[in-house]
């Protein structure tokens, strides 16, 4: 089995674990399936809101995919879950790429 359908076998597995959809979010934006992706991490922080790491990929696959507005949201979540779970550097991260994105929307 190839490591794509391992890890979708393993998402599907263990639904209410985070880290399995979100091998398989990274993996499918690694691979060039975008739209997946971006389904795959909308669910992962649907369902699992404090899985702090998720906000900052599923935010940069927004912004490279074009969603800016959605990636914005995205990484204003993930500052908001950062804050809830005191993940200080994930919050920072978070809120440079929040910032980035802002002054690269004025340019």
């Not at 674990?17 to 499918?28: C, D, I, V």
């Not at 998720?54 to 995205?74: E, F, Q, T």
């Amino acid at each position: 089995m190839d490591r794509l359908g391992m890890l979708r076998k393993m998402a599907a597995a263990k639904p209410d674990e985070p880290f399995p959809a979100y091998g398989l979010a990274m993996e499918l934006s690694k691979q060039g399936h975008a739209d997946e992706a971006r389904t795959t991490f909308a669910a992962l922080v649907e369902r699992q809101p404090d899985y702090v790491p998720s906000y900052l990929m599923y935010g940069n696959l927004l912004v490279s995919m074009g969603a800016k507005d959605d990636a914005s949201a995205v990484f204003g979540a993930g500052i908001d879950a950062a804050k809830r779970t005191g993940d200080d550097h994930a919050r920072s991260e978070l809120q440079a790429a929040l910032d980035e994105l802002a002054s690269g929307a004025d340019a």
